[in-house]
């Protein structure tokens, strides 16, 4: 059995090799991502696997179904790159990894949020300039004064009620599929009112028609002039140009973003600034906002788990049986 890993990085190497080795399957990694220009090097393997945000057209599964590759195995949670339609009409089954690490996701959005809850993007930047005042636009709150708002609350948000709610704060949330196992941790509600009473909203929502722009101009006009958004889910939940207005015009206090609309093909480049879109270069210059490169999952352990699991998922499915994580 020979499997192909698209979109390899030098991250993920050693524990494809080790993997290989364990399995005693030949594993060949490239660093290309797929696509229809990239799908030809897949002939003679019998699986693939790949990751990225770019989207996966039809021409690529078609392709897939011309050489005898039965699945992709996706090395990440988010499979809204992906055309499923197209899959299935190809017999490619899909899987993705539904949950690797969801504490690496939580830490992340956490440590967002209390670096800007303590201010710290402001103080930074008012150092750099030889400014060591303070006053009461700086003047922070504990976290355990907190009432955190999660929207949607499976692995991802679940872990982040668990931690915030071991840091004392309050949380709230709002999904809609009830969840009995988090009553300990949190207080389930609708999603108005997440809006309008949390210190801190935080999304961890998949991204679906029902969800783009969940956070529009309207939400954020509801939520709190103290409040902080973090996003580290996928950035077209947010209306980027609403956020930055609401910003702007202190409608909301900040946010942490690991993840933006428009992000799909800058992940993994190094650009230069002033080639950044827009709406990259107005955040990046606010204090009060806080960008990572869709980087929340990136932990060793997220990685080495993905890999495994996705690739356990790629030899189940080409043995013709039911996988782990089945998308489509
Ligand atoms: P999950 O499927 O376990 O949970 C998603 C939850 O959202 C479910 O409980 C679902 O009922 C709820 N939901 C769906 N529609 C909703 C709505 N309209 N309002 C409120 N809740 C709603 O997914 P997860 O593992 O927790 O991941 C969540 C998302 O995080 C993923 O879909 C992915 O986009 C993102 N993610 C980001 C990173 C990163 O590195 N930044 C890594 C992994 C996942």
């Not at 090097?41 to 690529?60: I, K, R, T």
């Not at 976290?143 to 668990?162: D, K, R, Y």
Request: hydrophobic share 40%; net charge neutral.
């Amino acid at each position: 059995m020979k499997i192909l890993c698209y979109a390899v990085s030098a991250e993920e190497e050693p524990y494809l090799k080790n993997w290989s080795q364990q399995n005693n399957i030949k594993v060949d990694l490239v660093p290309t991502p797929l696509s229809d220009n990239s799908v030809y090097l897949a002939q003679g393997y019998d699986g693939v696997s790949s990751v990225g945000m770019l989207p996966v057209n039809e021409e690529v599964y078609a392709t897939f179904e011309k050489f005898g590759i039965k699945q992709l195995a996706v090395r990440q949670v988010g499979v809204d790159n992906q055309d499923l339609q197209a899959a299935k009409k190809h017999h490619i089954t899909i899987t993705n990894v539904r949950s690797y690490s969801p504490r690496a996701i939580a830490e992340m959005g956490v440590t967002q949020a209390m670096y800007l809850l303590r201010k710290i993007g402001i103080y930074q930047n008012r150092m750099a300039q030889g400014n060591f005042t303070w006053d009461p636009t700086t003047v922070s709150t504990e976290i355990f004064n907190c009432t955190v708002g999660l929207i949607g609350t499976g692995h991802i948000g679940g872990a982040s009620a668990q931690i915030y709610s071991a840091l004392g704060a309050k949380v709230i949330a709002y999904d809609p599929n009830y969840n009995a196992d988090l009553e300990p941790y949190l207080t389930f509600t609708d999603f108005e009112t997440v809006l309008k009473t949390a210190d801190i909203v935080s999304l961890h929502v998949p991204l679906l028609p029902a969800t783009q722009k969940i956070i529009d101009r309207q939400a954020l006009k509801k939520m709190k002039n103290t409040a902080i958004l973090i996003n580290v889910a996928r950035g077209e939940l947010v209306d980027t140009p609403a956020l930055i207005a609401a910003l702007e015009n202190r409608k909301i206090a900040a946010a942490g973003l690991d993840t933006l609309a428009d992000e799909a093909k800058l992940i993994g480049q190094h650009l230069q600034a002033s080639n950044l879109p827009h709406d990259y270069q107005v955040l990046s210059q606010m204090p009060n906002v806080l960008l990572t490169p869709h980087v929340a999952f990136f932990t060793k352990l997220a990685v080495k788990n993905y890999i495994e699991i996705a690739l356990n998922d790629a030899v189940t499915v080409i043995k013709g049986k039911k996988p782990r994580n089945l998308i489509c």
